[in-house]
């Protein structure tokens, strides 16, 4: 019975900070879902691009000859039944149900860098503003993405949905995490 009460009460707890979050937004749109499981993939576009699409967290962040270059953890996501399955395979002693709907799995150290296109797309959406409300799927300029994932502080366990074209990062997406 604790174990229901306590996955209830997390799934309410994190239900109701969204419908808090959304109801300031401006927009009146929704924070955006990522699928039931998310884990690096490779493809290549019509051109012949060869496009990666993968979350990780930002390790470093720094401009070197004038180029701004981005260290990357790559990791896993899980939501809803997959969090859970992927929370038993990596925690197979563990009693207590799985209270989150959302698993986050970090397990290679492999630090990966890449230099961000000048051109590069960046959208947040835990920017708050003046009036400190979010603005779900905000796009914002690289000086304005530096300032924010700076001011989190590196290394910060914040994911990013990120997309590297030929090597190069071309789009970074936050993930809001309840």
């Known amino acids: 019975m604790r174990k229901t009460s306590l996955l209830l009460s997390s799934l309410l707890f994190c239900s109701l900070f ?3 979050a959304h109801a300031g937004s401006p927009q009146g749109a929704v924070a955006p879902v990522p699928p039931q499981v998310l ?12 496009i990666e699409k993968s ?3 930002v390790k470093t962040l720094q401009v070197k000859n004038g180029k701004l270059v981005v260290s990357l953890d790559y990791i896993q996501w899980f939501f ?5 399955k992927a929370y038993r395979q990596d925690h197979p002693l563990e009693k207590e149900d799985y209270p989150m709907p959302y698993y986050i ?10 230099e961000v296109s000048p051109k590069a797309s960046f959208t947040l959406q ?8 979010f603005h779900w ?6 000086d304005t993405f530096k300032k924010f994932v700076l001011s989190k502080g590196i290394p910060y366990q914040l994911p990013f ?12 997406t936050e993930q809001y995490v309840p």
């Open 18 to 20: 969204v419908t808090d």
């Open 39 to 50: 884990v690096p993939i490779n493809s290549k576009d019509k051109q012949g691009n060869t």
């Open 55 to 57: 979350m990780a967290y």
């Open 80 to 84: 809803g039944e997959a969090a859970v």
């Open 105 to 114: 799995r970090n397990n290679s150290p492999k630090i990966r860098t890449f």
């Open 126 to 133: 835990t920017n708050s503003t003046k009036d400190d409300n």
């Open 137 to 142: 799927n905000e796009s914002v300029n690289t």
């Open 161 to 172: 949905h990120i997309e590297v074209t030929n090597g190069v990062i071309t789009k970074i």
